[in-house]
T-cell receptor, first 112, second 108 residues
Framework: EAQVTQNPRYLITVTGKKLTVTCSQNMNHEYMSWYRQDPGLGLRQIYY???????DKGDVPEGYKVSRKEKRNFPLILESPSPNQTSLYFCASSAFDRDEQYFGPGTRLTVT | GIQVEQSPPDLILQEGANSTLRCNFSDSVNNLQWFHQNPWGQLINLFYIPSGTKQNGRLSATTVATERYSLLYISSSQTTDSGVYFCAVEDEGNKLVFGAGTILRVKS
């Protein structure tokens, strides 16, 4: 089954404790991206990657890091999480020739 | 940057009714997509439609790129259609920009 998976689905952590949210897709897609969704602000892009070893900033990259060492994986790293990073996070992927984005199930992160 | 405006912000329908959701964008785009976010938070791609018209069951979408708008039609609405509908366009930097969404509630 074609899908985008994220782990963990729910996470409660404390300020400053480094964490990684994993994202994996099995569709051989070139393009992957991370979004955060906040009430009243909608979905905003954090980072995206157009292929292995190619990443670029989205609209709200501050406080986040990403890497793309393999085509299928695109982890999101919060080196020192802060309460303002409490949000619902989505990973997405697409193939360039079709451009339809497929979203993972979301990760609800709470930073206290 | 590109602006995406959706209307109406909220919509309540009786089951079986039809509706039209609108998305206006401020610049020419190569990529426009409609998504549905169900009450459990899952985002589902409905249409990839930078121009023209597409239909999928009770849903159809039309994008008039020259006039910078897209419409999503829902016919014979069902309670499972409830959720938030997002329009998203790709800006010149390959970033996908989302509208604020239309919250749809279908009552039985």
């Amino acid at each position: 089954e074609a899908q985008v998976t994220q782990n963990p689905r729910y996470l409660i952590t404390v300020t400053g404790k480094k964490l990684t949210v994993t994202c994996s897709q099995n569709m051989n897609h070139e393009y992957m991206s991370w979004y955060r969704q906040d009430p009243g602000l909608g979905l905003r892009q954090i980072y995206y990657s157009m292929n292995v070893e190619v990443t670029d900033k989205g609209d709200v990259p501050e406080g986040y890091k990403v890497s793309r060492k393999e085509k299928r994986n695109f982890p999101l790293i919060l080196e020192s999480p802060s309460p303002n990073q409490t949000s619902l996070y989505f990973c997405a992927s697409s193939a360039f020739d079709r451009d339809e984005q497929y979203f993972g199930p979301g990760t609800r992160l709470t930073v206290t | 940057g590109i602006q995406v405006e959706q209307s109406p912000p909220d919509l309540i329908l009786q089951e079986g009714a039809n509706s039209t959701l609108r998305c206006n964008f401020s610049d020419s785009v190569n990529n426009l997509q409609w998504f549905h976010q169900n009450p459990w938070g899952q985002l589902i791609n409905l249409f990839y439609i930078p121009s023209g018209t597409k239909q999928n069951g009770r849903l159809s979408a039309t994008t008039v790129a020259t006039e910078r708008y897209s419409l999503l039609y829902i016919s014979s609405s069902q309670t499972t259609d409830s959720g938030v509908y997002f329009c998203a366009v790709e800006d010149e930097g390959n970033k996908l920009v989302f509208g604020a969404g239309t919250i749809l509630r279908v009552k039985s």
